[in-house]
C-alpha cells in the first residue's frame, strides 16, 4: 500500500529506528513513546487487521517455532536466541519487569494505523506506559452459557 506509513518503514522510503528485521517481521522504536522502550512490531505483509494477515505472516512475533534441524546441539544453542519471538526478545531486551504486549482492530478499537502492529510497552510505574480503564459488567450466566455455546461452535 502505497500509503501505508508502516510499509513505507519496510521499504526504506521513512526512517525507523530498525530494532530487529526479517524477511516477514520489522520491529522498530516507537517515534511517540508511552514510555522508555516502546516498541512496534509489524508483520512487513500489510494487512488492517489481524484477520487480514495470513498465519505463516504472524507465526514469529508471538509465537517462534523451531524447525527441526540435523544440525549438532552446539549450533541449536547458538540459535536459540534466534528463535525466540520477536516480541518476547524486545520484552527482554528493555529490561521491563511489567508491560503491555497491545494490538488493536479498527478504529473503535483505537487503531490509528492500518497496517496490523503490536506495541510492546513497557510499564515502569503508574504514570508511564499504558494506561487502561477495565469497565467490566455484570455477568448473566445464561447469556453467557447461549454465547460459550455459539463462539464453541464455531472454533
Sequence with gaps: MSACIFCKIIKGDIPAFKLFESERVLAFLDIQPLSRGHA???P???GAKLTDIPDD???EILVRRSRPSNKTIYLMILLSASMQPVAKKLALASGAINYNILQNNGRLAHQEVDHVHFHMIPKPNAQEG????WPATKTDMEMLKELFAELKSKM
Design 57 to 59: 505472516q504472524l507465526e
Design 44 to 46: 512487513k505483509y500489510h
Design 40 to 42: 512496534m512490531v509489524i
Design 130 to 133: 499504558l494506561g487502561i480503564g
